[in-house]
């Protein structure tokens, strides 16, 4: 059978690589190869694979960082799972770092270098080239990728997904020059990451613009947990400033506020090494009150510091700082997305013939928050779960996010409204009356200020709402550009995420509501949305979205 992969990161390569060796697979991807959010990954890899440690603590620690949100069958698979697939890398030829350590060879039973994160109970981090792991992983994979017979469509944008009788049976694309072109496929398997650009400040590369889970949006394909938005603590808090790991933290660095006052240890037992969204509406509160948040490394041996993160130790400097000396400011942004095309354990989601694995997917794996170095992870285990249920009999009753009677909010299309309930950037000080549109160039800019300003780190209803009038007044028409299609993705799932924060009306994980501070008990562990209508963008061959194949209560509204 034909494969179509989309996206090029651990998930996606992984993906292609073990389907190769039983089906005719195509990888397309937006940018090169080596444009994924994988390449930028710092930390390393969690994975149970020292003496000390076990798959049952590993999950432990993956469900008290999610809140208590995650599917225990997801977590158990990963966690279970992950020796054997972080063996695949080493048999690759991943070279993860190594120690002579005595005390860490007693400890661990190996020479693998470990490094310990936020709300890991133990030092199961295993990295590469210090804080590159991410690059050596997507170097490796490339160079696997490029010794099995895969065609390769570089530069190459997903616009839309292609149905007949209710099946994905291909996908549309802008190819190398911009011209529209359709690939048919028996299956398709969407690994095309995130949508970091949803906010202002992201840690994310320019590539996460959501286009694998609008287009399946748009397909009429189950979408949940979208709310749920991870805030990275510590961005590097300069213009284009990237990700700080936390693996510094993990080897002491602590944070001070601009009074050099450490804050965290009255906030979380755990201090710094608390879960990421305490730790980041930690250092946001200290911002706010008191100016400044700096990350503070110089306890540690200076020598130690550079050679355990030589990548930082540069970009540091050249942001002036010497961090073996002093704090370097810091900041939280947008990092990662737990929400995304609900799929079982296999990588299935309700659309047949569609998959989805990594960022792009939501197994249920991270519920609410998720635990540091997770990801990479989670790539690796469902991209060759999801690569070997290709062309196996579907399931008639799947469990998306693990739950056979997910409920699912059908949602319909509003028509274009008139005015929206605040000034977009540009228009600060009126009110009343029609709102002026956006330009289509600024669409971006101001769909990122609503989100970051009142869909961002903390959430309140009049926020909410707000974002979501001056959202449904934002247009992308006819796209014909990747920036217009990326613009696109963008609004859908923008829209989507506003509307899943003022449906949880809790704070839960990476879901904080000033106006609902507590977690609800009683609150359902996932929300899921679909679409209920076609959209007039969806190319004129699709056919119109069939019924969602989920056995589940349904209630209908509007979604902007």
Same mark, same amino acid.
């Given at each position: 059978?034909?494969?179509?992969?989309?996206?090029?990161?651990?998930?996606?390569?992984?993906?292609?690589?073990?389907?190769?060796?039983?089906?005719?697979?195509?990888?397309?991807?937006?940018?090169?190869?080596?444009?994924?959010?994988?390449?930028?990954?710092?930390?390393?890899?969690?994975?149970?694979?020292?003496?000390?440690?076990?798959?049952?603590?590993?999950?432990?620690?993956?469900?008290?960082?999610?809140?208590?949100?995650?599917?225990?069958?997801?977590?158990?698979?990963?966690?279970?799972?992950?020796?054997?697939?972080?063996?695949?890398?080493?048999?690759?030829?991943?070279?993860?770092?190594?120690?002579?350590?005595?005390?860490?060879?007693?400890?661990?039973?190996?020479?693998?270098?470990?490094?310990?994160?936020?709300?890991?109970?133990?030092?199961?981090?295993?990295?590469?080239?210090?804080?590159?792991?991410?690059?050596?992983?997507?170097?490796?994979?490339?160079?696997?990728?490029?010794?099995?017979?895969?065609?390769?469509?570089?530069?190459?944008?997903?616009?839309?997904?292609?149905?007949?009788?209710?099946?994905?049976?291909?996908?549309?694309?802008?190819?190398?020059?911009?011209?529209?072109?359709?690939?048919?496929?028996?299956?398709?398997?969407?690994?095309?990451?995130?949508?970091?650009?949803?906010?202002?400040?992201?840690?994310?590369?320019?590539?996460?613009?959501?286009?694998?889970? #609008? &287009?399946?949006?748009?397909? %009429?394909? /189950?979408?949940? @947990?979208? +709310?749920?938005?991870?805030?990275? *603590?510590?961005?590097? =808090?300069?213009?284009?400033?990237?990700?700080?790991?936390?693996?510094?933290?993990?080897?002491?660095?602590?944070?001070?506020?601009?009074?050099?006052?450490?804050?965290?240890?009255?906030?979380?037992?755990?201090?710094?090494?608390?879960?990421?969204?305490?730790?980041?509406?930690?250092?946001?509160?200290?911002?706010?009150?008191?100016?400044?948040?700096?990350?503070?490394?110089?306890?540690?041996?200076?020598?130690?510091?550079?050679?355990?993160?030589?990548?930082?130790?540069?970009?540091?400097?050249?942001?002036?700082?010497?961090?073996?000396?002093?704090?370097?400011?810091?900041?939280? #942004? &947008?990092?990662?997305?737990? %929400?995304? /095309?609900?799929? @079982?354990? +296999?990588?299935?989601?309700?659309? *047949?013939?569609?998959? =989805?694995?990594?960022?792009?997917?939501?197994?249920?794996?991270?519920?609410?928050?998720?635990?540091?170095?997770?990801?990479?992870?989670?790539?690796?285990?469902?991209?060759?779960?999801?690569?070997?249920?290709?062309?196996?009999?579907?399931?008639?009753?799947?469990?998306?996010?693990?739950?056979?009677?997910?409920?699912?909010?059908?949602?319909?299309?509003?028509?274009?409204?008139?005015?929206?309930?605040?000034?977009?950037?540009?228009?600060?000080?009126?009110?009343?009356?029609?709102?002026?549109?956006?330009?289509?160039?600024?669409?971006?800019?101001?769909?990122?200020?609503?989100?970051?300003?009142?869909?961002?780190?903390?959430?309140?209803?009049?926020?909410?709402?707000?974002?979501?009038?001056?959202?449904?007044?934002?247009?992308?028409?006819?796209?014909?550009?990747?920036?217009?299609?990326?613009?696109?993705?963008?609004?859908?799932?923008?829209?989507?995420?506003?509307?899943?924060?003022?449906?949880?009306?809790?704070?839960?994980?990476?879901?904080?509501?000033?106006?609902?501070?507590?977690?609800?008990?009683?609150?359902?562990?996932?929300?899921?949305?679909?679409?209920?209508?076609?959209?007039?963008?969806?190319?004129?061959?699709?056919?119109?979205?069939?019924?969602?194949?989920?056995?589940?209560?349904?209630?209908?509204?509007?979604?902007?």
């Amino acid at each position: 059978m034909h494969v179509v992969i989309v996206g090029s990161g651990i998930a996606g390569l992984t993906a292609a690589i073990r389907a190769s060796a039983r089906h005719d697979v195509t990888l397309v991807t937006k940018g090169s190869l080596a444009d994924a959010a994988t390449s930028h990954a710092q930390g390393g890899v969690a994975v149970a694979l020292g003496a000390d440690d076990s798959a049952t603590l590993h999950a432990a620690d993956t469900h008290v960082a999610a809140a208590g949100s995650a599917d225990a069958r997801a977590v158990d698979v990963l966690c279970t799972d992950g020796p054997a697939r972080v063996q695949d890398l080493l048999a690759l030829g991943v070279p993860f770092d190594r120690t002579d350590d005595p005390s860490s060879l007693d400890r661990h039973g190996d020479d693998l270098a470990r490094g310990r994160e936020a709300a890991h109970g133990r030092w199961r981090v295993v990295h590469a080239a210090g804080d590159a792991t991410g690059a050596a992983i997507e170097r490796t994979l490339i160079a696997a990728l490029h010794r099995r017979h895969v065609t390769i469509l570089e530069r190459t944008c997903l616009t839309d997904l292609v149905l007949r009788d209710g099946a994905v049976v291909g996908i549309d694309v802008l190819d190398l020059l911009g011209e529209p072109r359709r690939i048919d496929a028996d299956a398709v398997v969407l690994a095309s990451g995130g949508a970091g650009h949803l906010y202002r400040e992201t840690t994310n590369p320019l590539v996460a613009t959501g286009d694998g889970a #609008a &287009a399946a949006w748009r397909a %009429g394909a /189950v979408l949940a @947990d979208l +709310e749920y938005v991870q805030f990275h *603590p510590t961005r590097l =808090a300069v213009p284009g400033g990237g990700l700080v790991s936390e693996a510094v933290r993990g080897e002491g660095a602590v944070l001070r506020d601009a009074r050099g006052h450490r804050f965290m240890g009255a906030l979380h037992p755990d201090a710094e090494l608390a879960p990421r969204d305490v730790v980041a509406r930690g250092i946001a509160a200290a911002i706010r009150d008191h100016g400044a948040v700096f990350l503070d490394a110089s306890g540690l041996d200076a020598a130690f510091l550079v050679g355990r993160f030589p990548g930082l130790t540069r970009a540091t400097r050249a942001a002036g700082f010497d961090w073996t000396r002093e704090g370097v400011p810091v900041a939280p #942004a &947008a990092h990662y997305s737990m %929400g995304g /095309v609900a799929t @079982d354990a +296999e990588g299935r989601t309700s659309l *047949p013939g569609l998959s =989805a694995v990594g960022e792009v997917a939501c197994t249920g794996v991270h519920g609410a928050n998720r635990l540091a170095s997770n990801s990479l992870l989670e790539g690796l285990v469902f991209a060759v779960r999801a690569a070997d249920a290709l062309g196996a009999p579907r399931p008639g009753r799947l469990r998306l996010r693990g739950d056979a009677t997910l409920p699912v909010t059908r949602v319909t299309d509003l028509p274009e409204p008139v005015r929206a309930s605040r000034p977009v950037d540009g228009d600060q000080g009126r009110t009343g009356g029609p709102d002026r549109l956006p330009e289509p160039a600024d669409v971006r800019r101001v769909l990122q200020s609503v989100m970051t300003e009142r869909v961002g780190l903390l959430r309140d209803a009049a926020g909410l709402a707000s974002a979501r009038c001056d959202l449904a007044a934002l247009t992308v028409d006819g796209p014909t550009t990747v920036r217009g299609h990326e613009d696109r993705a963008l609004l859908d799932l923008a829209r989507l995420v506003g509307r899943a924060a003022e449906a949880r009306t809790e704070s839960r994980g990476a879901h904080a509501r000033t106006d609902h501070p507590d977690t609800d008990p009683g609150a359902p562990a996932s929300l899921a949305w679909s679409r209920a209508v076609r959209s007039a963008a969806t190319p004129a061959p699709v056919p119109a979205p069939v019924p969602v194949p989920v056995p589940a209560p349904v209630t209908e509204e509007a979604i902007a």
